[in-house]
């Protein structure tokens, strides 16, 4: 089983910077891969960001490509997602996931691919 905690969420100003993080603990075997999504109000849950030990690529969701970085650090079993360049439509409640379900499909940023989720860290953005 996984456990994944996110933290760094906040209130900041449109242009403005902000490093999400999430702490893995549990299984880490299950947690090679790792992805963050967010979800406003009334919309669906967004598939932003993804990255697998096993594999130099990382993916992006074009709303967010050249602004956001996804990252880890394995020494802290952290995973961190780096915001640039805030626009207020990024507000949302930003969430890490892990363990892709078998097979692996492929879609990296497909919400229902994942099995374990954090609770979720408030980021809003104001203009």
């Known amino acids: 089983r996984v456990q994944l905690e996110e933290s760094g969420g906040g209130s900041v100003q449109a242009g403005g910077s902000l490093r999400l993080s999430c702490a893995v603990s549990g299984d880490t075997y299950s947690s090679r891969c790792m992805a963050w999504f967010r979800q406003a109000p009334g919309k669906e849950r967004e598939g932003l960001a993804a990255m697998c030990t096993f594999a130099t690529n990382t993916y992006y969701a074009d709303s967010v490509k050249g602004r956001f970085t996804i990252s880890q650090d394995n020494s802290k079993n952290t995973v961190y997602l780096q915001m640039n360049s805030l626009k207020p439509e990024d507000t949302a409640m930003y969430y890490c996931?892990?363990?892709?379900?078998?097979?692996?499909?492929?879609?990296?940023?497909?919400?229902?691919?994942?099995?374990?989720w954090g609770q979720g860290t408030q980021v809003t953005v104001s203009s």
């Open positions: 996931a892990t363990d892709p379900k078998r097979p692996y499909s492929g879609n990296w940023l497909g919400a229902g691919e994942y099995n374990y």
